[in-house]
């Protein structure tokens, strides 16, 4: 927190008043950690049972420090960068993309009397990296992750930004080698739209559940039929390419307006 709380923060966080949301909480713990006064303030809104207990606590984790090892070397997998942009296990989730993509592809290519394979699944390519990258179950430092105050919509928007960087290339580059036969726009387009659909969605439901929930309902609204009558839908045809753009925009307000639900342990 750049500004002081109010007494009235101070007094609901010493009460632990559950009407507080996490980040709220998080960020008053670390302002306290800089900030003689307010710790003064929360002192003399706690019980004397209460400050003998963190005196104790205090106390032991004091010794623990001192008879615990001495500090490692910090890596670059230790470092802010690689805990604010970088997810490591969304690696093998986008290599699966890029393999699913490269098989479409060739398909595609092979199956000329198909639509284009690599045009139907390109909106739903980000979303298995999105997913993972904000996900508890696949993230392995997930709680010390969203235990600080940086958490939140603004770290989930970095790692969206690094699955974009790296599937944004691979569809740009089937686009450019001809393998999709179709408008790049007409692929990346709708690929941001559908990102920002997963994150506004998954404000209300958890982005997991966003992912796999959309991925779920473009499949069957639109893939399946559109194989199964080798006919590109009107979604996928150039007129559609303002209508995406519009969408993503929206979406990406909508996102933005809903920020704060991204302080809650259920979004991941």
Same mark, same amino acid.
């Given at each position: 927190?750049?500004?002081?709380?109010?007494?009235?923060?101070?007094?609901?966080?010493?009460?632990?008043?559950?009407?507080?949301?996490?980040?709220?909480?998080?960020?008053?713990?670390?302002?306290?950690? #800089?900030?003689?006064?307010?710790?003064?303030?929360?002192?003399?809104?706690?019980?004397?049972?209460?400050?003998?207990?963190?005196?104790?606590?205090?106390?032991?984790?004091?010794?623990?420090?001192?008879?615990?090892?001495?500090?490692?070397?910090?890596?670059?997998?230790?470092?802010?960068?690689?805990?604010?942009?970088?997810?490591?296990?969304?690696?093998?989730?986008?290599?699966?993309?890029?393999?699913?993509?490269?098989?479409?592809?060739?398909?595609?290519?092979?199956?000329?009397?198909?639509?284009?394979?690599?045009?139907?699944?390109?909106?739903?390519? &980000?979303? &298995?990296?999105?997913?993972?990258?904000?996900?508890?179950?696949?993230?392995?430092?997930?709680?010390?992750?969203?235990?600080?105050?940086?958490?939140?919509?603004?770290?989930?928007?970095?790692?969206?930004?690094?699955?974009?960087?790296?599937?944004?290339?691979?569809?740009?580059?089937?686009?450019?080698? #001809?393998?999709?036969?179709?408008?790049?726009?007409?692929?990346?387009?709708?690929?941001?739209?559908?990102?920002?659909?997963?994150?506004?969605?998954?404000?209300?439901?958890?982005?997991?559940?966003?992912?796999?929930?959309?991925?779920?309902?473009?499949?069957?609204?639109?893939?399946? &039929?559109?194989?199964?009558?080798?006919?590109?839908?009107?979604?996928?045809?150039?007129?559609?390419?303002?209508?995406?753009?519009?969408?993503?925009?929206?979406?990406?307000?909508?996102?933005?307006?809903?920020?704060?639900?991204?302080?809650?342990?259920?979004?991941?």
């Amino acid at each position: 927190m750049t500004t002081h709380p109010t007494l009235n923060e101070i007094d609901r966080y010493a009460d632990g008043d559950p009407g507080l949301d996490e980040a709220t909480v998080w960020s008053i713990e670390v302002h306290l950690e #800089g900030c003689a006064d307010c710790r003064a303030r929360l002192a003399g809104s706690t019980t004397a049972e209460s400050r003998a207990l963190v005196a104790e606590v205090a106390a032991a984790v004091d010794r623990g420090i001192a008879a615990g090892p001495a500090p490692r070397s910090r890596s670059f997998f230790r470092t802010p960068l690689r805990q604010r942009w970088f997810v490591t296990a969304l690696l093998p989730w986008v290599a699966m993309t890029a393999g699913v993509l490269g098989s479409a592809a060739l398909l595609t290519y092979f199956l000329s009397e198909l639509p284009s394979i690599v045009l139907l699944l390109a909106p739903l390519a &980000p979303l &298995p990296g999105v997913a993972a990258a904000w996900s508890r179950r696949v993230d392995p430092a997930w709680e010390l992750i969203v235990g600080t105050p940086s958490a939140g919509l603004t770290m989930l928007l970095r790692r969206t930004a690094v699955v974009l960087v790296l599937v944004i290339p691979v569809l740009a580059a089937f686009a450019a080698l #001809g393998a999709s036969r179709a408008n790049p726009a007409l692929m990346l387009l709708p690929c941001l739209a559908f990102t920002a659909a997963t994150l506004l969605l998954g404000s209300l439901v958890g982005v997991q559940r966003a992912a796999i929930g959309l991925m779920a309902a473009w499949a069957a609204a639109v893939v399946a &039929p559109s194989l199964a009558t080798a006919e590109l839908p009107v979604l996928l045809q150039p007129a559609a390419t303002g209508g995406w753009a519009v969408v993503t925009v929206v979406l990406a307000a909508l996102t933005l307006l809903r920020a704060n639900s991204f302080r809650r342990l259920t979004s991941f």
